[in-house]
């Protein structure tokens, strides 16, 4: 008797006990399967959590592909048969050679998009198209006015064989290989600081109406550098060049925007096709504000670099040491030029050592 009610006064927790017992046993046996059958995770993989085995559910595209699989991106830079853009485009070029097939490049082939309706002496050197400048007058100066007109007729006439597309400068330098950084429907570009559309909204909203959305979905961005997909970018060109005409036909945006107008006008145009873009800091970097080149891409020397002897910048002054794009207008800087003196930040250093290598090895260079 008293056995009996000991096992009745036990039976409780014993229950208890085999229950927690099954349940721990159940969420060991269901975690294992779920480890066995779910796609390796890795930090950004866009297939977490996605079940290779499931026998309704198709998987998607991108985890069919293996993991190890490359997106490559054909690289298009707008330019003109002038002097001062042709000596840019060669140094360009050379960078793109060196670092186009090394470890971690996605980069494919290379296009200049020569926008001044004839070919030029470097047709041969430079793998080119020739595409026709807008009809005269109609830039009213803005050269540059002419890069979307560009981009929409290089699109529509060549064949691209990548997927994805670099727009990309002739004052830009491959400081390393560049991997695809854009992501499926995310064209990825690099933000500029005085792009600043909510700052600007009362001109920006002559272009993009409210209903369209706030004006922060606006990215801080121009076309360049960009990577994106060939399909979106073929709707997206000619918005960019109609918005960028609108632009500089309107006095107050010409006036306010200035020589970034056409860059206003791609984001205005991405937006207006709901397009948005992961924003990469790495992506570029801009001598002399920017004095490392570690774990950046791409080096754009827009800005001009003054220097004294100490190595302290004299920016707006021009300097005893300097290295300025615009002082080659006419035709190409000389090869071997001076380094800079000691102090002078790691980022202006590699631009001229990068400089000098281009134009010892490029051929010709002083023909220009």
Known sequence: MIGRKTMARASPLLLVLLA??????????????????VVGRGAGDESD?????????EMPD????????????????????????????RIMYYW?????????????????????????????????MVVDPLPAGLDRGYIVLNRPWAFVQWLEKATIEEEYILMAEPDHIFVRPVPNLAHTGYPA????????????????????????????????????????KKDLLKKI???????????????????????????YAYAVASALHGVQHVLRKDFMLQPPWDLETKDKFI????????????????????????????????????????????????????LVKMVNEATANIPNWNTE
Not at 66 to 86: E, G, M, Q, V, W
Not at 315 to 335: A, N, T, V
Request: charged content about 20%.
């Open 49 to 57: 959590g996605l079940l290779v085995s499931d026998p309704i559910i």
């Open 299 to 350: 080096i754009h020397y827009t800005y001009g670099c003054d220097y004294n002897m100490k190595g302290e910048l004299t920016y707006g002054k021009i300097g005893e040491w300097r290295f300025d794009k615009r002082s080659y207008l006419r035709g190409p800087p000389p090869r071997n030029l001076s380094l800079p003196p000691p102090g002078v930040p790691e980022s202006v250093v590699t």
């Open 189 to 228: 570009a690099f933000p500029f600081f005085y792009i600043k559309p909510d700052q600007n909204e009362k001109i920006v909203r002559k272009f993009y109406p409210e209903e369209m959305g706030p004006v922060t979905n606006i990215d801080p961005i121009g076309n360049s550098p960009v990577i994106i």
């Open 20 to 37: 927690c017992g099954f349940c721990f046993a159940t969420y060991n046996l269901l975690t294992m399967i779920m480890h066995n059958r």
């Open 237 to 263: 060109a000619p918005t960019w060049m109609n918005v960028s005409l609108k632009m500089k036909e309107d006095p107050e945006t010409d006036k306010a925007f200035g020589w970034v107008l056409e860059m």
């Open 96 to 128: 793109y050679k060196q670092q186009k097939d090394l470890p971690g490049s996605e980069m494919g082939g290379f296009t200049r998009i020569l926008h001044s309706g004839s070919p030029d002496n470097l047709m041969d050197e430079i793998p080119t």
């Open 62 to 89: 991108n985890v069919k592909k293996p993991r190890n699989a490359k997106l490559p991106f054909h690289i298009a830079l707008t330019a003109t048969d002038a002097p001062y853009s042709k000596w840019q485009c």
